[in-house]
């Protein structure tokens, strides 16, 4: 297996943009999370999905993120507007219980301009 | 009050030294705790995963202490590849985990 995948690895974008971060789970895991990390706060849980089906989605910063999985190969993270306080990289992840490693994607580096 | 605490560092320690991490979690109903590796700029990797009567895996220790919720990772006879970040993990709530903030550690030839 590929591990997880995540497109693309840089994005450099202008306040105001809209941005999309896309990540393809490890095939057979029903878990997919969405992180996000910065010096300042460390790794965050934005959501997290269980059988494409979004569980808690209670980190996420507020409505200019949204996420979706329409199915069990890929996900998204979708910002609009972007803002600069949104530079961060974006880690996405995947696991199959009982095993609860979290197997973690390359992540996205985002620059927002 | 955060979910999982970490001392951040930096550690800064002499190749094969012994150093050792702790990390406070909040919440007495966790029930799987686990150490992840995080080099520069990359993702983070599983290191081990802590269980209720302590494990090893050659130089590193992990254990775990329910009366005062915290977990401890030991490194013996470190090593110049030991230089990482390394995360505490709690889980919470269904399979929510939480992620300490890391310590840093560096080895010094």
């Known amino acids: 297996d590929a591990g997880v995948i995540q497109s693309p690895r840089h994005e450099v974008t202008e306040m105001g943009q809209e941005v999309t971060l896309r990540c393809k789970p490890i095939?057979?895991?029903?878990?997919l999370f969405w992180y996000r990390q910065t010096m300042m706060r460390g790794l965050e849980l934005l959501i997290y999905?269980?059988?494409?089906?979004?569980?808690?989605d209670s980190g996420m910063p507020e409505d200019r993120f949204s996420a979706k999985m329409p199915n069990a190969s890929f996900s998204t993270l979708k910002i609009q507007p972007s803002e600069p306080r949104d530079s961060a990289v974006y880690f996405c992840?995947?696991?199959?219980?009982?095993?609860?490693?979290?197997?973690f994607g390359p992540g996205t580096r985002l620059t927002v301009l | 009050r955060k979910e999982v605490e970490q001392d951040p560092g930096p550690f800064n320690v002499p190749e094969g030294a012994t150093v050792a991490f702790n990390c406070t979690y909040s919440?007495?109903?966790?029930?799987?705790f686990f150490w992840y590796r995080q080099d520069c700029r990359k993702e983070p990797k599983l290191l081990m995963s802590v269980y209720s009567s302590g494990n090893e895996d050659g130089r590193f220790t992990a254990q775990l202490n329910r009366a005062s919720q915290y977990i401890s990772l030991l490194i013996r006879d470190s090593k110049l590849s030991d230089s990482a970040t390394y995360l505490c993990v709690v889980n919470g709530a269904g399979n929510q985990f939480y992620f300490g903030t890391g310590t840093s550690l560096t080895v010094i030839p």
């Open positions: 919440n007495s109903a966790s029930q799987s």
């Open positions: 095939s057979g895991h029903d878990y």
């Open positions: 999905f269980n059988n494409n089906v979004p569980i808690d």
């Open positions: 992840a995947s696991i199959q219980p009982p095993n609860n490693e979290q197997f």
